[in-house]
């Protein structure tokens, strides 16, 4: 036993002298523990409210007095490690302790302690407060007299940080402890962490909470989806505030569709009966959303001062409260309530033995005469209250009793740590601490530096922010109520907030305790997390139209495909050159399944891996068609241009495809690469982040990279047809198609010109409306390539013999005659020249059996033909066969007559 310290008050002369430097503000008025190791401490605890008298305060200074008895005989009972301090001179001077009434939001703190700094008293520590606004206050007041202060519970982040408030250490977690316990409770709830929406006060303090909370969920639970809806309470009104009241900040909620709502505010009573109405008027209390409050007063203190107060004065007819039917509300709470039901808190059991001298000590240090004679409780009403067997009636001591023990306790061991390192000297293997004067510094850091299991839990400081005098967040334990369980009245005073979990810091686990029954009545919190928002999917009504299309054009393509295969021996068909005619064909309808892979959606039951393929597909489709088709023109009018060279040799197909085929490689190479890459598919983007609307459509990635050389790819082969065509506009129609390819070219760069920056401004305004678009300039290219290449042909060929008078001219002035190139047998090739040259007439009995089969192909290589017939097998020239050769600048004109 460490015998107990002499009284250490101050005289009248220090009085003075204390009361002139701190009257002056001079600065050098400071708290030290002088070298007997006694500390002067001061207790700030809530004894009052608006003059009315509070439950917390006397249990308060209860837990503080057996906090210093503790200390003093070094009692190991509650905190372990103070066996480790038996040879520690320090002590708390029992006469020199003086408890000071806070209020909880006044500024009773500040009035008191300025009171008692003039008469020359200022405290080694301070222990205390509970309240915000005083511990503001007396922080403030402590950084000038350089003692520190140690707080059982503040919730104002900037009490923490060391450059406003240096002198500061608080027991409680601050607002990122309960934060992060918030997050770890609705990941826990089912997974709950997404959609979650955040209806706030305006105040500082909540908006400090609202912050952290975004920025703790984020960090440390990947959760990004929360939405921050702020009101101006009513217990603040504000001029212009009617777009910021209470009922706006719901109906933005509503509006968002998140099912989860964390309702903050510091004017919970004023702002209850308002939220309740509202959200009844919006329907979110009808059992869909869960409701979070966490709770920053005690839940006692909630059920009294805030609901049933709130029923009594706007009554239940109106059933305002019953959005809180079901929430759940969120609190530190004291190691005592968490162990209630195993009993076997040490805090508790040892405050439970104390015995009427200790009751008699709380009686005198009182600072409010005659406190105790209103009584909150008739039933234990006696002639002295409290009774001196006040700790045997009470099963449980008043929240925050563990966290102000613990508050004492760190003062004490820190004051122990300071000593040790201010003065040591080893002795044989042990330590022998002395002391010289430790400095409201040296405390602070002794302070900040301890380490025990107290009361409440672990007690350690050094948050993982880097603020020092915050206690870790993980340390302490936390409470989960039913605030208003299903089926329970608002008036029902004993079965609101029933206790539900309890969050053990040691083994990181919620430990339950009742059943938590939400508003629907089921032990299920309510699910989905959001209402479904609108995804924007493709309408039936539009995708029928689209397919309607879709199929129109491959019907066009399948009846050009049969109608050549019917007719591949007709000598217009022949002359057109068939294999190269499928080839347009296949890359129509190749261009046709733009519109069939664009009509699906999540909604027609495609998974995302499903529609990344399709989005794959689409370039692949517009690329490799659009080149089938114009290679296949160009493939088509270079052969003709080179017939019409009359060069005598043979002219094959594959001796013109090679411009295709090196363009197509190209085109593959360019998309393989593209896929390679993976930075495409499909995407689902939120274009209204209030409502969570969504469009889905095909991402391309690094589009620019890859858009740009297909560009140029495609665009080769449409101009080389142009050229081609213009090359041979005065060719026969039966071998040449430029009077029809000229309109083509033309209608389709029109539609690209005018549809192209209207998909780009429907791509995420509008599904229906960019799919409908999309639809119809797809459908218009392989409409035109049938109408404007094949129609016209199977025209020809339905009206063939029915008129027999065509000409097709290059030149018009020449006199001259070759016979055998006929198409029947008594008609011949007249080529006339304005030149005069000799030819001779080819025997009309020597000729090849196919009409067509035999065409002059240049005038420089008499030996070259091209075989136009159905089999594509080259046949040369009638040995009989006359061949014009023109003289220099020689104009020729080809008269087919019929």
Not at 92 to 106: C, L, Y
Request: proline fraction near 6%; charge should be negative.
């Amino acid at each position: 036993m460490i015998p107990s310290l002499p009284s250490r008050r101050p005289s009248s002369g220090r009085v003075l002298i204390w009361g002139l430097c701190c009257a002056l503000l001079s600065g050098h008025c400071q708290g030290d523990i002088g070298q007997d190791g006694r500390i002067s401490l001061l207790v700030a605890v809530p004894l009052t409210q608006n003059n009315e008298h509070v439950d917390p305060g006397w249990m308060h200074m209860a837990s503080a007095v057996l906090a210093m008895d503790h200390f003093n005989t070094r009692n190991s009972s509650v905190v372990p490690e103070l066996r480790q301090y038996r040879d520690c001179p320090i002590q708390f001077d029992p006469h020199n302790i003086t408890v000071m009434d806070t209020g909880t939001n006044s500024h009773l703190a500040m009035e008191h302690l300025t009171r008692l700094v003039r008469q020359g008293y200022v405290p080694d520590a301070i222990a205390g407060p509970y309240n915000d606004l005083p511990a503001l206050e007396l922080s403030s007041f402590a950084t000038g007299l350089k003692v520190p202060i140690v707080s059982h519970r503040a919730s104002n982040y900037n009490l923490v940080r060391p450059v406003q408030h240096p002198y500061f250490t608080q027991l409680n977690p601050d607002l990122y402890g309960q934060m992060a316990f918030l997050g770890r409770y609705l990941v826990a709830l089912e997974n709950r962490s997404n959609y979650i929406a955040v209806v706030h006060g305006l105040d500082d303090a909540t908006l400090q909470r609202v912050e952290i909370l975004k920025g703790v969920l984020w960090a440390q639970y990947g959760i990004d989806t929360v939405r921050t809806f702020s009101y101006l309470s009513p217990a603040t009104p504000m001029e212009g505030s009617l777009n910021r009241d209470i009922a706006t900040a719901l109906q933005g909620v509503n509006d968002s569709g998140y099912r989860t709502i964390i309702w903050m505010t510091a004017h919970t009573d004023a702002d209850v009966v308002e939220m309740g109405t509202a959200a009844g008027n919006l329907g979110l209390d009808q059992g869909h959303h869960l409701w979070v409050v966490p709770g920053g007063v005690e839940i006692t203190y909630f059920i009294y001062n805030v609901l049933y107060r709130a029923a009594k004065e706007a009554g239940t007819e109106e059933s305002w409260w019953k959005f809180l039917q079901g929430a759940a509300y969120l609190r530190l709470v004291d190691r005592f309530q968490a162990l209630a039901a195993s009993g076997d808190d040490a805090f508790n059991q040892t405050l439970h033995s104390q015995n009427a001298s200790f009751v008699q000590r709380l009686r005198e240090l009182n600072p409010i005469p005659n406190y105790f004679d209103k009584v909150w409780d008739p039933q234990v009403m006696q002639s002295t209250f409290p009774p001196d067997d006040i700790f045997q009636q009470i099963t449980y001591p008043l929240p925050g009793s563990s966290f102000m023990y613990d508050a004492v306790m760190a003062i004490g061991i820190g004051a122990c740590n300071a000593a040790a390192l201010v003065s040591s000297v080893t002795n044989n293997d042990t330590t022998t601490i002395t002391t010289t004067s430790i400095t409201g510094d040296a405390l602070l850091e002794g302070i900040q530096s301890a380490h025990f299991t107290g009361a409440s839990g672990e007690v350690r400081f050094h948050n993982l922010q880097g603020n020092p005098g915050s206690r870790n967040g993980s340390t302490v334990y936390y409470g989960i109520s039913n605030l208003l369980p299903f089926g329970i009245d608002v008036n029902d005073t004993s079965q609101l907030a029933e206790e539900s979990a309890f969050y053990h810091p040691d083994t990181r686990e919620f430990v339950h305790v009742n059943p938590f029954y939400y508003a629907d009545g089921t032990t299920h919190p309510p699910l989905p997390l959001r209402n479904t928002p609108d995804q924007n999917y493709l309408s039936r009504g539009i995708r029928a139209v689209g397919l309607t299309l879709f199929g129109i054009a491959t019907g066009a393509v399948f009846v050009s495909v049969v109608f050549i295969t019917v007719y591949r021996k007709h000598r217009i068909i022949v002359a057109s050159q068939p294999p190269l005619l499928y080839l347009l064909c296949l890359g129509s309808a190749v261009l046709s399944l733009d519109i069939l892979l664009s009509s699906f959606d999540e909604s027609y039951g495609w998974t995302d891996d499903m529609l990344d393929k399709a989005c794959l597909a689409i370039p692949w489709m517009d690329t490799m068609g659009h080149l089938m088709v114009y290679c296949a023109l160009f493939t088509k009018l270079w052969r003709v241009q080179r017939v019409l060279q009359f060069k005598r040799r043979q002219i094959k197909v594959s001796q013109v495809m090679w411009p295709a085929a090196v363009l197509i490689l190209a085109a593959i190479i360019i998309l393989a690469v593209w896929s390679a890459t993976g930075d495409h598919g499909w995407e689902r983007t939120i274009i209204d982040p209030t409502t969570g609307e969504s469009i889905g459509s095909c991402h391309m990635g690094q589009i620019a990279m890859f858009v740009i050389p297909l560009t140029i790819v495609n665009f080769i082969p449409t101009l080389l047809t142009l050229v081609m065509a213009w090359k041979t506009h005065d060719v026969d129609d039966l071998y040449s198609e430029s009077k029809w390819i000229f309109p083509l070219i033309l209608v389709q760069f029109q539609v690209i010109l005018v549809g192209a920056p209207v998909m780009v401004l429907l791509h995420n305004l509008s599904t229906d409306g960019y799919f409908i678009g999309s639809a119809l300039m797809t459908f218009t290219f392989p409409i035109t390539n049938m109408g404007l290449i094949c129609l016209p042909k199977m025209v020809a060929v339905i009206n063939d013999g029915k008129s027999r008078d065509s000409v097709v001219s290059r030149g018009s002035r020449a006199n001259g005659r070759v016979s055998g190139l006929s198409y029947n047998n008594d008609t011949n090739y007249n080529i006339n020249a304005t030149t005069n040259y000799e030819v001779s007439v080819a025997d009309p009995t020597n000729r090849s059996s196919n009409p067509s089969a035999c065409l002059p192909s240049t005038v420089d290589d008499p030996g070259a033909w091209i075989n136009t017939s159905a089999d594509n097998t080259p046949q040369s020239a009638p040995p009989n066969a006359a061949v014009p050769v023109p003289l220099p600048d020689t104009k020729m004109q080809i008269v087919t007559m019929h």
